[in-house]
């Protein structure tokens, strides 16, 4: 078993990182903290990190590892903070399901962190949370903005609207259409119906712009520009309702859709 005994270096830095509420830093902060030199502070980090203190996120930047219950408090490591710091300087935001955490617009928990990026990264784990990269083009990456995700810390996540775009795209990297369906509802006041539209154009995805077009004539959302302009972009052949199951059920010719999930399934989801 490694020792988490600490040396008083080593708690002078982690003290000052927690007052400071600064569960993620790089070596250039620990060095400023320590008055010492490079070497010698990245050899203090290595061996917090040996010792279970630390773990290493990327190139010169650390982070926290909570400590177990019963022993002093350490600032928990905010899953998406890491994200960002895996990422660094290259363009990304939080999405998916990931996103759909991020705005309240789910009613169970998520596991994995999902990130939306141009640079191809394989998954990993990091402090038991599952990282999980999707490639798109630097051209793809529009409608996010900055959220707070602590009281201290910003990350950049897909906006709403773009979020339902992205959680119909890939259904499979949102638990289903029902969760997005869910996600819908939840947040149905807050949409700007407007920028969706708009938003949609942009995408350019023909299947996507189907099943928002039919879900929100299903639970009576969104205005009738908004629903004129998908029905504009509904394609002559038929795409699934939801990529994660079957191909069957009946066919839906206004939304060139094949409902492989029950109407009555998605319409329980406004009555719970």
């Keep these: 078993m490694v020792s988490k005994t600490l040396g008083s270096t080593s708690a002078r830095l982690l003290t000052a990182l927690a007052a400071d509420n600064r569960t993620i830093f790089s070596v250039a902060d620990a060095q400023e903290i320590l008055g010492s030199s490079y070497d010698a502070t990245l050899k203090t980090l290595r061996r917090l990190t040996r010792a279970g203190w630390l773990v290493r996120l990327a190139a010169g930047r650390y982070a926290i590892v909570p400590l177990s219950s019963g022993e002093e408090a350490t600032p928990q490591v905010n899953r998406y903070?890491?994200?960002?710091?895996?990422l660094g300087e290259t363009p990304h935001y939080i999405s998916h399901e990931s996103a759909m955490d991020v705005h309240n617009m789910l009613t169970r928990p998520v596991t994995t962190v999902t990130v939306t990026t141009p640079r191809r990264l394989a998954g990993r784990e990091i402090l038991g949370v599952p990282y999980r990269f999707v490639?798109?083009?630097?051209?793809?990456?529009?409608?996010?903005?900055?959220?707070?995700?602590?009281?201290?810390?910003?990350?950049?996540?897909?906006?709403?609207?773009?979020?339902?775009l992205d959680g119909l795209a890939r259904p499979d990297l949102c638990a289903g259409v029902s969760q997005v369906a869910t996600g819908l509802w939840l947040r149905q006041d807050d949409f700007d119906w407007d920028k969706l539209a708009s938003y949609a154009q942009r995408l350019g995805r023909r299947a996507v712009a189907q099943r928002l077009g039919y879900l929100l004539e299903l639970?009576?959302?969104?205005?009738?520009?908004?629903?004129?302009?998908?029905?504009?972009?509904?394609?002559?052949?038929?795409?699934?309702?939801?990529?994660?199951?079957p191909d069957d059920g009946p066919y839906l010719a206004r939304w060139r859709l094949r409902l492989n999930l029950e109407p009555e399934t998605l319409q329980a989801i406004v009555r719970t």
């Design 135 to 164: 490639y798109a083009p630097p051209s793809a990456l529009w409608g996010s903005e900055p959220v707070w995700v602590t009281p201290y810390e910003q990350v950049t996540v897909s906006d709403l609207e773009r979020t339902i």
């Design 81 to 86: 903070v890491v994200a960002r710091e895996l």
């Design 219 to 245: 639970y009576d959302l969104g205005t009738p520009s908004l629903i004129e302009g998908l029905r504009e972009m509904v394609s002559a052949s038929y795409a699934r309702l939801d990529l994660l199951l």
